[in-house]
């Protein structure tokens, strides 16, 4: 079965650059999620949509934006970098945002900053 | 808001061994879902067991199953014969319906599966 994919899967910037993580949802799905998890952390919700429509923010600091395109893939964009960004950066899919489905998390993308 | 409390950092087992991993939680929603996550090494979220508040039958998948009490807002996990390859970290998560629907998680225990 398909899964969610999650590119680039390992990213290294330097501090006060850009990143741009991508996320391809499971087919059919609608809903997206975007979570930070960092070095010995449980995940923190960043964002999600749902329908290309921003359902709920986070903890998503005001230099990261992220949207939802009709093609129902999502990027997270991330602008000065600081060191404390690096981390594992989790997309999760789930089908109808109010039924509770299960979400299923990407590989995720490891971004480092030096 | 919502809370997650896994009170064991790190816990270890035999392997074919049973071993249950602890989870408290608060919300003052009334609907509302649970889940386990593993963690391998590979740092893949893997959906372990899903269970719903509303449900008075605890879930069971195969070596997994749960103690749901929904009184004391207490949600454990118990693996059965315990395998290597359930060396992971777990995260108990909660999931209120309604709103966006995001998921919060504890702090996660680390599991060792020793031979």
């Known amino acids: 079965a398909a899964g969610v994919i999650q590119s680039p899967r390992h990213l290294i910037k330097e501090k006060r650059e850009t990143a741009t993580l991508k996320c391809y949802p499971i087919?059919?799905?609608?809903?997206v999620y975007w979570y930070q998890q960092g070095p010995g952390q449980d995940p923190q919700f960043l964002i999600s949509?749902?329908?290309?429509?921003?359902?709920d923010k986070g903890s998503i600091p005001d230099r990261f934006s992220a949207q939802q395109f009709s093609d129902y893939h999502s990027e997270l964009n991330m602008s000065s970098l600081e060191l404390g960004d690096s981390a594992l950066y989790f997309c999760?899919?789930?089908?109808?945002?109010?039924?509770?489905?299960?979400?299923?998390f990407g590989p995720g993308t490891r971004l480092t900053v030096t | 808001a919502q809370t997650v409390t896994q009170s064991q950092p790190e816990m270890s087992v035999q392997e074919a061994e049973t071993v249950t991993l602890s989870c408290t939680y608060d919300t003052s929603e009334n609907n509302y879902y649970l889940f386990w996550y593993k963690q391998p090494p590979s740092r893949q979220m893997i959906l372990v067991i899903r269970q719903e508040a509303y449900k008075q039958q605890n879930a069971t998948e195969n070596r997994f199953s749960v103690n749901f009490q929904k009184a004391a807002k207490s949600f454990s996990l118990k693996i059965s014969d315990s395998q290597l390859g359930d060396t992971a970290m777990y995260f108990c998560a909660l999931l209120t319906q309604g709103g966006s629907e995001k998921l919060v998680f504890g702090k996660g225990t680390k599991l060792t599966v020793n031979p």
């Open positions: 087919p059919r799905h609608d809903t």
């Open positions: 999760a899919s789930s089908l109808a945002l109010g039924r509770a489905n299960e979400q299923y």
């Open positions: 949509f749902y329908e290309k429509m921003q359902s």
